[in-house]
């Protein structure tokens, strides 16, 4: 069984940092293409950052570049996000997802993938 394990989100002021982490466990993580996500109240879930197994395709939402990086640690069976310089627009529950094969295009949708953590909630608010 396929399981994907957030942790990592908490309440933070604006400009702070966080790093959330995202555990595999039942499938081979090498073969693991991991997304991030985050869904706001009342929004739909969007794509945060997306990387491919080789690490030399990504893909980072517009208003994330610069401040957000996603990484993988081969030894843990683990991806991350760093998050700096949070702003109150990065409120929202974040889930990782992954999938056995390549994300079809540019921007990752949910329905590309097939396995998601329950999400971990991130609070940025002064």
């Known amino acids: 069984q396929v399981q994907l394990v957030e942790s990592g989100g908490g309440l933070l002021q604006p400009g702070a940092s966080l790093r959330l982490s995202c555990v595999v466990s039942g499938f081979p993580f090498d073969s693991l293409y991991i997304g991030w996500f985050r869904q706001a109240p009342g929004k739909e879930r969007e794509a945060v950052s997306y990387?491919?197994?080789?690490?030399?395709?990504?893909y980072y939402k517009r208003a994330v570049r610069g401040r957000f990086t996603q990484s993988r640690d081969h030894a843990k069976n683990s991806v991350h996000l760093q998050m700096n310089n949070l702003k109150p627009e990065d409120t929202a529950v974040y889930f990782c997802a992954g999938v056995d094969r390549p994300v079809p295009r540019a921007i990752p949708l949910p329905s590309d993938f097939d396995y998601w953590g329950v999400g971990t909630q991130v609070t940025v608010s002064s």
């Open positions: 990387m491919n197994i080789g690490g030399d395709i990504t």
